[in-house]
């Protein structure tokens, strides 16, 4: 599962944001965020005008990484699963196999108990989009419809040309 770069159409892209969106109703979550092992964010949902969703991308990708590796030197293949507790927020990360991280912002508005129940129902939604996605990609690149195809190392290296 997700062992490639993936190919997110504009359908594709609607379905992992109204699963973000269903977690924020049903978790009663302030925000909810789904990133790339990367650190690119891919989607988010609730009230998440006030946060930087960049930086927030990117640093749940550098924690899920550290963390990773503290599991490593205790002999754990992963921690697949985080959780911050603030005087105000909450965080709650979680990986979703190898290369979708979720975050979820959450307040006293909802309990840890009811954010994890919730998370597990949407991971495992998001799992089956991916895999879904990861197979149109497959037979995209398979078939010559690829994007990117067309596009040869010589295109690039004159894109990028002084």
């Not at 062992?3 to 594709?12: N, P, R, T, W």
């Not at 991308?57 to 959780?83: K, M, N």
């Not at 129902?121 to 037979?139: D, F, G, H, M």
């Amino acid at each position: 599962m997700l062992h490639g770069q993936l190919i997110l159409h504009g359908e594709d892209q609607q379905q992992i944001a109204n699963l973000a969106r269903e977690l924020v109703r049903n978790a009663n979550a302030k925000a909810v965020f789904v990133v790339d092992s990367n650190g690119h964010l891919m989607s988010e949902a609730g009230e998440s005008a006030a946060i930087d969703s960049t930086s927030l991308a990117s640093l749940a990708a550098g924690c899920v990484a550290a963390t990773g590796g503290l599991a490593q030197v205790i002999g754990e293949d992963e921690f697949p699963t985080h959780y911050h507790q603030g005087q105000r927020d909450h965080l709650h990360i979680s990986l979703i196999g190898q290369q979708i991280i979720l975050v979820v912002i959450f307040d006293d508005r909802s309990s840890l108990g009811l954010v994890r129940l919730r998370v597990k129902k949407t991971s495992a939604e998001i799992a089956r989009v991916l895999e879904e996605i990861e197979k149109k990609t497959a037979n995209e690149v398979e078939s010559g419809r690829s994007p990117f195809a067309e596009i040869t190392d010589a295109d690039i290296d004159n894109l990028f040309a002084d």
